[in-house]
């Protein structure tokens, strides 16, 4: 999580204020339930409230904006060596 946060915003680009944005469909996500700490998003926090309870987006853009940062949050943290080695890497197929 705190790889995650290091980045800069991978929806608008800001470099501070980012949060790791869980995912809000599948990933283990339940009633009061996160998803898994692999399905997060490096995002600011105007981004994260936009996809979380944001009424300029339908469900489906948010998915999309917020599947788009964790794709490129993988992508940047792997790119940068910064993947732990422990932890295996998401499969960003299960989310198209």
Do not use: F
């Not at 339908?58 to 932890?87: F, S, Y």
Request: glycine fraction near 8%; hydrophobic fraction near 40%.
């Amino acid at each position: 999580m705190k790889l995650v946060v290091a980045l800069s915003c991978q929806s608008c680009g800001i470099d501070n204020g980012v949060q790791a944005a869980h995912a809000n469909w599948g990933a283990g996500k339940g009633k009061g339930i996160k998803a898994d700490d692999n399905c997060v998003a490096a995002l600011c926090l105007s981004c994260h409230y936009e996809i979380d309870q944001g009424a300029h987006l339908t469900k489906d853009e948010r998915k999309k904006m917020w599947l788009d940062a964790h794709v490129a949050t993988v992508e940047n943290l792997c790119d940068q060596g910064k993947w732990p080695i422990d932890i295996p890497i998401p499969d960003t197929a299960q989310w198209a």
